[in-house]
């Protein structure tokens, strides 16, 4: 009788077992559970690529950074050098830069010249002011209007500076002349695309149009620190020349826009249309022309903007 209750009890609790499932141990691998989460090669895919996008929007930052740093010590030397001596009266002190500069009773050209340098010095600070995302996401109208003036300066700065180069002349002949004049063009038109796209509300073309536009206008700042990166790379002069004609100066005339051109465009491509590895190349190679970037940078405040302040 005992046994028999027994029995049933026991096969009671094995019924029991076999209908309330067990507690599995979530430290026990097994086919039902792990405690690692299975990685997939979709989400290593999807790692990699967040990973080479962030890499390539720190380099871009790492850029623009160096950007502000160097053109804002070139607007200081501009304002203060050119500045200095106009508020002196003492305008011939231009000519100690330029070649071609202040002419004694050559008032079309002179005013043409002093606009120029003016309008570097508005412009500088509103291209600046252009590309930082903060003020186009909270302050729209301020950006538009920013863009319309710095857009228009600029179309005015082009001019002024085409009809200095082709009735003043510059250092480096022929080379320079034409380098400039082809800059000068390339600024009308992409500002005039970036000007028309805003206008139909084609954005992201406007948003290419626009970075193209600082670029170019940017080629004095970038021939300038091109060159002092080149001279303290080479520890020297080499191929500048005695009357600033050298193979270097020559392939700078048109470098100091285009390659930084070629550089934006190749940015872009690999921004929205590269896979991770081409944007961590990508993201590299900006980094260490930012870094050749910063080395002009320096050389030109040594070398050019401090012993004359």
């Given at each position: 009788m005992v046994a028999a209750v027994i029995g049933r009890r026991r096969s009671g609790t094995l019924a029991c077992r076999e209908i309330i499932p067990r507690r599995k141990d979530p430290f026990v691998l097994g086919p039902e559970r792990s405690v690692l989460p299975m990685t997939t090669p979709s989400a290593i895919s999807r790692t990699s690529a967040d990973g080479a996008a962030s890499a390539l929007r720190l380099a871009g930052r790492f850029w623009y950074l160096t950007v502000v740093v160097g053109q804002l010590l070139f607007l200081i030397y501009v304002a203060a050098f050119y500045g200095g001596a106009a508020a002196g009266a003492n305008f011939e002190k231009w000519n100690e830069v330029?070649?071609?500069?202040?002419v004694a009773g050559g008032h079309v050209g002179n005013l043409a010249l002093a606009s120029h340098l003016l309008l570097a010095v508005v412009i500088t600070a509103g291209g600046l002011l252009q590309l930082i995302p903060?003020?186009?996401a909270r302050a729209l109208a301020f950006h538009r209007w920013n863009g319309r003036v710095y857009l228009g300066l600029a179309v005015l700065a082009a001019l002024t500076g085409l009809y200095m180069v082709w009735t003043r002349?510059?250092?480096g002949g022929l080379a320079m002349r034409a380098g400039i004049s082809v800059n000068g063009l390339l600024i009308l038109a992409?500002?005039?695309?970036?000007?028309?796209?805003?206008?139909?509300?084609?954005?992201?073309a406007h948003r290419r149009w626009a970075m193209r536009s600082f670029i170019l206008i940017s080629g004095?700042?970038?021939f300038r620190v091109g060159l002092m990166a080149w001279i303290l790379a080479h520890q020297g002069p080499v191929g500048i020349g005695d009357d600033f004609?050298?193979?270097f100066v020559r392939f700078w005339a048109y470098g100091c826009y285009l390659v930084p051109l070629g550089v934006l465009e190749i940015y872009l491509r690999v921004q929205s249309q590269a896979g991770a590895r081409t944007r961590l190349a990508a993201a590299l190679g900006l980094t260490l022309l930012t870094l050749f970037q910063a080395l002009g940078i320096f050389g030109a405040l040594v070398g050019m903007w401090l012993p004359r302040l």
């Amino acid at each position: 009788m005992v046994a028999a209750v027994i029995g049933r009890r026991r096969s009671g609790t094995l019924a029991c077992r076999e209908i309330i499932p067990r507690r599995k141990d979530p430290f026990v691998l097994g086919p039902e559970r792990s405690v690692l989460p299975m990685t997939t090669p979709s989400a290593i895919s999807r790692t990699s690529a967040d990973g080479a996008a962030s890499a390539l929007r720190l380099a871009g930052r790492f850029w623009y950074l160096t950007v502000v740093v160097g053109q804002l010590l070139f607007l200081i030397y501009v304002a203060a050098f050119y500045g200095g001596a106009a508020a002196g009266a003492n305008f011939e002190k231009w000519n100690e830069v330029l070649v071609g500069g202040y002419v004694a009773g050559g008032h079309v050209g002179n005013l043409a010249l002093a606009s120029h340098l003016l309008l570097a010095v508005v412009i500088t600070a509103g291209g600046l002011l252009q590309l930082i995302p903060w003020l186009r996401a909270r302050a729209l109208a301020f950006h538009r209007w920013n863009g319309r003036v710095y857009l228009g300066l600029a179309v005015l700065a082009a001019l002024t500076g085409l009809y200095m180069v082709w009735t003043r002349g510059t250092a480096g002949g022929l080379a320079m002349r034409a380098g400039i004049s082809v800059n000068g063009l390339l600024i009308l038109a992409c500002a005039a695309l970036a000007w028309i796209n805003a206008r139909r509300g084609r954005i992201d073309a406007h948003r290419r149009w626009a970075m193209r536009s600082f670029i170019l206008i940017s080629g004095v700042w970038f021939f300038r620190v091109g060159l002092m990166a080149w001279i303290l790379a080479h520890q020297g002069p080499v191929g500048i020349g005695d009357d600033f004609d050298g193979p270097f100066v020559r392939f700078w005339a048109y470098g100091c826009y285009l390659v930084p051109l070629g550089v934006l465009e190749i940015y872009l491509r690999v921004q929205s249309q590269a896979g991770a590895r081409t944007r961590l190349a990508a993201a590299l190679g900006l980094t260490l022309l930012t870094l050749f970037q910063a080395l002009g940078i320096f050389g030109a405040l040594v070398g050019m903007w401090l012993p004359r302040l």
